[in-house]
């Protein structure tokens, strides 16, 4: 019996997509921004048996804010690849300058 199952955020956790690919319940996971994270993780997990925690999204959304503001697309906050790209200084003043507008907004509303 073919089924299609589709989460979207922690509905399915690292272990459960384990063992729900172990058992042959599923055929295939997708993974998001995770695999911008932490691109290694379904070969640590199925592997190894392991999970680098540090590595994980924590749904910080940079990956999505920059490409919003015109900058390319990464995982700042936890991938050292984007520490040093000028992008990230950009990144940063965007995030700032959006902060100020919402802070704005409240104190206006
Ligand atoms: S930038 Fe944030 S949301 Fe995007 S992959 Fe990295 S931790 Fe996850």
Same mark, same amino acid.
């Given at each position: 019996? @073919?089924?299609?199952?589709?989460?979207?955020?922690?509905?399915?956790?690292?272990?459960?997509?384990?063992?729900?690919?172990?058992?042959?319940?599923?055929?295939?996971?997708?993974?998001?921004?995770?695999?911008?994270?932490?691109?290694?993780?379904?070969?640590?997990?199925?592997?190894?048996? *392991?999970?680098?925690?540090?590595?994980?999204?924590?749904?910080? $959304?940079?990956?999505?804010? @920059?490409?919003?503001?015109?900058?390319?697309?990464?995982?700042?906050?936890?991938?050292?690849?984007?520490?040093? *790209?000028?992008? @990230?200084?950009?990144?940063?003043?965007?995030?700032?300058? @959006?902060?100020?507008?919402?802070?704005?907004?409240?104190?206006? $509303?």
């Amino acid at each position: 019996m @073919a089924s299609l199952l589709l989460t979207n955020g922690y509905l399915i956790t690292v272990n459960s997509d384990r063992d729900v690919i172990r058992n042959g319940w599923i055929d295939a996971v997708g993974l998001g921004r995770m695999v911008l994270s932490y691109p290694e993780m379904p070969s640590d997990t199925l592997r190894e048996g *392991i999970t680098k925690r540090k590595k994980i999204c924590r749904t910080f $959304s940079d990956c999505t804010t @920059a490409p919003r503001g015109g900058i390319v697309s990464g995982c700042y906050p936890l991938d050292e690849h984007y520490h040093h *790209i000028p992008e @990230a200084t950009q990144l940063a003043t965007l995030k700032k300058e @959006a902060s100020a507008r919402r802070a704005k907004v409240k104190k206006d $509303s």
